[in-house]
């Protein structure tokens, strides 16, 4: 199937053309010929799928009849909900790309950025608005906005909406816009609240399910990796070391959590930049831009900040902690592996995340193997500090008492092993020993103790310390890694 088969109008199909779209996605494929009749939709879909233009594409198609080069106020016609700002931006950013040779107005409006700025936009009427519930209801109370012409609603990522707590928010939003209204909900879960919403604010709708949603995207190869919590960073740079990565998204459950994993990074000389929400907007933006460009190869980020990142290549995303919800571990997953790429996910695992492991098991349908990274054995630090520096909850008044970043993890002050040892003690106390290949990309020297970073745009590579003491990265190690057992 091609696109041209759908009887997209010109200058949208230009669009597609220039944006090196060729063929049509699974979901585009099911979705566009219905949406293009006005049905009503509930996606299934997972993120990765193309499920943007899914619903970009129709929604343009629909409004090429507004097409033209007119200065005058427009009323809203398409308005698409996004859970987070990131997501928002995203949409915005595809639905530009794919409207390029059309007139259209569009602008996306979300929290964390000034209002007044939004507002003057708004006031020049726009035919798209992707926004976020708090943001819109805000613009929506001070009547910057209208809705009585609106002809279709998107709702993205419902499920994460709803987790998110604007289910209400969402309610009063559609309360205002025309019952005669295309609405298309797009969620990757199908809970019992999701069915109720659709009920309520949908007719008759299509259902379109790409793959089995419960499944995790064919092409991303999956690990769990079984570390003492107390390992997890240790484990985390190993991983680095060993791996062949082009950029990676490292998640912590808390914010606290990867703030701390970056300024560790930060402290071994890998370049790092965490996401989270209680950065604000502005800085979430330069990270996420910094990311892309390929500023910093390692993103370090929370669940609710991940949404809607859309980067091409990222090639791992790795879990340092295992997610207690199933559904965000494939959220997680679906960060890598996008579009026909292929990805790797690897999960750490600590004793009391098993239960986790077993909950996603459950969600779909497989067994997993939890095994141990090959080469890779924690030796439990003897100093308390030590073992705090590893943690990424936040730690407790007393028990964290005069602790300070600047403490070093536990294998750094061990003594060497003795010679001879047998396995990874003794390559984590003589890495002088291991002679760094000349593809190395994540190559350090023992130098890089200090803040310093020589990272170059995209290049993992570093210099060895005088007299060849430089860390090995091996791009091989990957092929002796065993895979997970499904
Ligand atoms: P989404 O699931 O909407 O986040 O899209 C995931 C990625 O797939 C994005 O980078 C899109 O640009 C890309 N994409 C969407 N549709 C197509 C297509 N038909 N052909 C190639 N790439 C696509």
Not at 22 to 47: E, F, K, M, R, Y
Not at 73 to 95: G, H, K, M, N
Not at 114 to 132: E, F, P, R, S, Y
Not at 333 to 347: E, S, V
Request: glycine residues 8%; proline residues 4%; hydrophobic residues 35%.
């Amino acid at each position: 199937m091609t696109f041209s088969s759908f009887g997209l109008t010109d200058r949208l199909m230009q669009g597609i053309a220039a944006t090196n779209y060729t063929t049509p996605t699974q979901i585009q494929q099911s979705a566009i010929p219905l949406a293009i009749t006005g049905t009503d939709i509930i996606g299934c879909a997972q993120t990765g799928t193309g499920k943007t233009a899914a619903f970009v594409i129709p929604i343009l198609h629909r409004l090429a009849e507004y097409d033209v080069a007119q200065g005058g106020f427009r009323p809203v016609r398409a308005l698409i909900l996004s859970p987070t700002r990131e997501l928002a931006q995203q949409i915005e950013d595809t639905t530009r790309t794919l409207a390029r040779f059309m007139r259209l107005r569009m602008c996306a409006i979300y929290g964390g950025v000034n209002m007044d700025a939004q507002t003057k936009q708004l006031k020049h009427g726009m035919d798209i608005v992707i926004a976020t519930p708090g943001r819109l209801l805000d613009h929506m109370n001070r009547r910057s906005l209208d809705f009585s012409k609106l002809e279709v609603l998107v709702l993205d990522e419902a499920d994460r909406m709803l987790d998110m707590g604007f289910i209400h928010d969402v309610k009063k939003i559609v309360g205002q816009t025309p019952p005669q209204r295309q609405t298309m909900l797009f969620s990757a879960t199908m809970s019992p609240e999701i069915r109720t919403l659709t009920k309520q604010i949908q007719r008759t709708p299509e259902i379109i399910e790409v793959g089995e949603r419960r499944k995790p995207a064919e092409n991303v190869t999956q690990y769990f990796y079984s570390v003492p919590q107390a390992g997890k960073m240790d484990l985390l740079l190993h991983v680095l070391e060993k791996e062949t990565m082009e950029s990676v998204i490292v998640f912590s459950r808390t914010k606290y959590g990867a703030d701390k994993i970056s300024s560790r990074l930060e402290r071994k000389g890998l370049k790092s930049v965490a996401i989270h929400s209680n950065r604000s907007q502005n800085q979430r933006q330069r990270a996420l831009a910094g990311f892309k460009q390929g500023h910093f190869n390692i993103l370090v980020a929370t669940d609710v900040a991940a949404r809607g990142i859309d980067v091409d290549n990222i090639s791992h995303v790795i879990n340092f902690d295992t997610p207690p919800a199933a559904e965000d571990y494939i959220h997680r997953i679906g960060r890598t592996g996008r579009a026909d790429a292929t990805g790797d996910a690897l999960t750490f695992v600590a004793r009391d995340e098993e239960q986790h492991v077993r909950k996603i098991e459950r969600h779909i349908g497989k067994r997993l193997n939890v095994q141990r990274y090959p080469g890779f054995e924690f030796v439990k630090p003897e100093t308390s500090e030590a073992y705090d520096d590893a943690s990424t909850e936040r730690p407790s008044q007393s028990r964290f008492r005069g602790h300070r970043e600047g403490h070093q993890t536990s294998y750094h002050r061990q003594a060497p092993a003795p010679s001879g040892a047998s396995g990874d003690g003794e390559k984590r106390f003589d890495r002088s020993s291991r002679s760094a290949p000349s593809n190395s990309r994540y190559g350090k020297s023992e130098s890089s103790e200090s803040r310093e970073s020589s990272y170059g745009k995209r290049d993992f590579k570093r210099s060895s310390a005088p007299g060849g003491e430089g860390k090995n990265y091996s791009r091989f190690a990957k092929k002796s890694r065993s895979q997970s057992s499904w």
